[in-house]
């Protein structure tokens, strides 16, 4: 398992799902960035690949932040780590 | 030339192509009119038994489409994307200003997003079922490419996607004149996207045996009505019509490229592959659509034939046309240039013999040297020929039986 950090969901977001890099900032909601709830699926996705570690397609919605979502990955990793 | 008050002319009030001659309507034209043939090597097919095709040369999706392109279509929706702005563009309308409810999308497809599908399992094979992308399913459906066009143009009307294979396209404008003639849409964005130059479905072509073998020769491997065919050229690209009554169209001073006269639809119910060698599902079809169009067999000028290239179309298409329309029309297959696209096949051709009607000029049959001797028509080869056409037929065979015969007339 390894970690998710803010640059790379950045480079996620920018080179896999053509995100424009100008409009990219911590607090900024997928939604905002116009990455619907199949777009999150797909991330998410993408994610797990990552970060080798299963994350629920539920775990982060639209309107989350990007750096609450680096925060929601980083505890599913911690906790599928002590299961 | 329908009788008045019976049923409407349809007008083609603007076209948009994307084939292996080129992107855009001039481009695809001039290209064709050239009659030299677009088929080479093509490197996603490399080691493969039949290892040509027709593909659109510099294609983008970025720039031709959109940034997000890449994520959400497969090729054939790009393509269609792209035709559709520039036919709707071409016939002075804007979806910002037109209304969406009154604006139908039919769009004819045989394969579907068969690269997407492909990659997809090789993925899954590969890394497990986590691999498989969300956007799969939305990508591969052959619907989807009215679906996005819905979107695109904000058109709410009727939308739908038509299969009959090789003739899904010109199935799709037949069906579109429907729309048009009950009333049930205004304005109908119709034609036929196709991007199925895989390796899985060139294989499968090609273990039918009905693709070209002649590949150590690509630029001359696909020859419609001559002695020396040997099948077809696998192609991509997409053909767009718009298509309004005709009497809105001059209502609103549109430029009126061709009318739709006449549409004509049947089966052979005969084998599944296999052209009835009589032609009769055919000549239905064609005879269906010259009495929609309320002109007889001896005033056809110009024909563009579905002239795959391979044996048997080719020569039960000749027969059928020698037998229904004489030896009067001028007959080409614009396959020759631009191999056979599959479910765009039978838009492109309708697009092209919008222009050819327009313009007086009837592109050359490429590769055409000598003329199959079975085969006793009037088949343009080398140059384009100016010759003054009021009435031509395209027609469109499918896999399956299906035929699907268009009449355009001069507007």
């Known amino acids: 398992m390894a970690d998710l950090t803010y640059e790379d969901l950045v480079s996620i977001l920018v080179e896999k799902f053509a995100v424009q890099p100008e409009l990219i900032r911590p607090g900024i909601t997928f939604g905002d960035l116009e990455i619907d709830s199949l777009f999150l699926v797909e991330l998410l996705l993408v994610v797990e690949r990552e970060v080798q570690a299963a994350i629920p397609d539920d775990a982060i919605s639209a309107q989350d932040t990007l750096e609450r979502a680096v925060d929601i990955v980083r505890e599913q990793v911690t906790a599928a780590g002590t299961r | ?411």
């Open chain 2, 1 to 411: 030339m329908s009788a008045p008050g019976v049923q409407p002319d349809i007008a083609v009030t603007g076209i948009g192509l994307v084939t292996s001659a080129g992107i855009g309507v001039q481009a695809s034209w001039e290209g064709v009119c050239a009659g030299v043939s677009t088929a080479r090597r093509d490197p996603n097919l490399a080691g493969l038994p039949v290892d040509i095709s027709c593909t659109v040369p510099g294609f983008d999706p970025v720039r031709h489409v959109g940034r997000r392109s890449r994520l959400v279509h497969d090729r054939f929706v790009q393509l269609a994307v792209t035709a559709a702005r520039e036919a709707v563009a071409d016939a002075g309308l804007d979806p910002h200003t037109w209304d969406g409810a009154r604006v139908g999308v039919v769009i004819g497809c045989g394969v579907g997003g068969t690269a997407t599908s492909e990659a997809q399992l090789r993925s899954s094979l590969r890394d497990g079922p986590r691999a498989v992308s969300a956007l799969l399913i939305p990508m591969m459906v052959p619907n989807m490419v009215a679906g996005h066009l819905g979107i695109e143009l904000r058109a709410t009307g009727p939308n739908l996607v038509t299969a009959t294979a090789c003739a899904s396209g010109a199935t799709a404008i037949g069906t579109a004149m429907q729309l048009l003639t009950d009333a049930s849409c205004d304005v109908v964005v119709a034609g036929g996207a196709e991007a199925a130059v895989t390796p899985l479905i060139v294989t499968g072509f090609a273990q039918m045996g009905a693709l070209s073998a002649n590949t150590g020769d690509p630029a001359a491997a696909s020859r419609p009505f001559d002695a020396g065919r040997d099948g077809f050229v696998i192609a991509e690209g997409s053909g767009i019509l718009i298509l309004e009554r005709a009497a809105d169209a001059r209502a609103r001073q549109a430029r009126v490229r061709a009318t739709i006269a006449g549409f004509g639809a049947s089966a052979d119910a005969y084998h599944m592959t296999t052209p009835d060698p009589d032609g009769k599902g055919a000549r239905q079809a064609l005879l269906a659509a010259l009495a929609r169009a309320g002109v007889g067999p001896d005033e056809v000028d110009h024909v563009n034939a579905h002239g795959t290239s391979t044996p048997l179309n080719d020569a039960a298409e000749g027969r059928m046309l020698r037998a229904v329309l004489g030896d009067r029309a001028a007959v080409t297959s614009t396959k020759g240039v631009v191999g056979h696209a599959l479910g765009a096949a039978g838009a492109i051709e309708a697009a092209f013999t919008v222009l050819a009607l327009q313009t007086g000029t009837i592109p050359p049959t490429a590769n055409l040297q000598a003329l199959d001797p079975g085969i006793d028509l009037d088949v343009v080869a080398k140059e384009p020929r100016h010759w003054p056409i009021e009435v031509a037929v395209s027609n469109s065979f499918g896999f399956g039986g299906q035929n699907a015969v268009l009449v355009l007339t001069r507007a």
